[in-house]
């Protein structure tokens, strides 16, 4: 069974601090994806990745970055946080025309 | 453009009656859609996609090209089936494009 793991469930950070948020997929996958899940707004894509050191934006990449420096890991940077980056982020994962699995989310509070 | 609408923010049926969560989407090429499920404090998984036209726990989901939809149906719900619901589409880039979901809620 494909196991994504998230460092964290929960993190309590503070405006304007760098955060680091690790996904590890176990399954060899070549996609890795970042997504922010809020209430009414569903799941917006924020940054993918198709190989190590590749990345490609999505929808709302504004204020974010990502790493890949290893195939099994996936890093989503916030450079200076804000609270309007207070959310709920879901890292996913997936070989190619393969559905996505996902992990059980970092609830993000910026305070 | 691509997107998914759910029109439905919250659906609520009592046990043992049908649901229909409704998904339509736009996208001009071969679309590729997935139901995916939340349950409460459970991690997102896939519940159905529509090139393998299987049934998952009694839900079945037709896509239908003419109108652009592919709803979620059961004849009977069950409480256990509350949770939330995301009809997405497979992006021309590999990734997913999600629907804003749909809390299904079935009274006892």
């Known amino acids: 069974d494909v196991k994504v793991t998230q460092s964290s469930r929960y993190l309590v950070k503070r405006t304007g601090e760098k955060v680091f948020l690790e996904c590890v997929q176990d399954?060899?996958?070549?996609?890795m994806f970042w997504y922010r899940q809020d209430p009414g707004l569903g799941l917006r894509l924020i940054y993918f990745s198709y190989d190590v050191k590749m990345k490609e934006k999505g929808d709302i990449p504004e204020g974010y970055s990502v790493s890949r420096e290893k195939k099994e890991r996936f890093s989503l940077i916030l450079e200076s946080a804000s609270t309007n980056q207070t959310s709920m982020y879901l890292c996913a994962s997936s070989e190619e025309d393969q559905p996505q699995h996902f992990g059980d989310g970092t609830r993000l509070s910026i305070l | 453009a691509q997107r998914v609408t759910q029109p439905e923010k919250l659906l609520s049926v009592f046990k043992g009656a049908p649901v229909e969560l409704k998904c339509n989407y736009s996208?001009?090429?071969?679309?590729?859609l997935f139901w995916y499920v939340q349950y409460s404090r459970q991690r997102l998984q896939l519940l159905l996609r529509h090139i393998s036209r299987e049934s998952i726990k009694g839900f079945t989901a037709d896509l239908n090209k003419g109108e652009t939809s592919f709803h979620l149906k059961k004849p009977f719900a069950q409480e256990e089936d509350s949770a939330m619901y995301y009809c997405?589409?497979?992006?021309?880039?590999?990734?997913?494009?999600f629907g804003k979901g749909t809390k299904l809620s079935v009274k006892p």
């Open positions: 997405a589409l497979g992006g021309s880039q590999g990734n997913l494009i």
């Open positions: 996208y001009s090429g071969s679309p590729e």
């Open positions: 399954m060899d996958h070549e996609n």
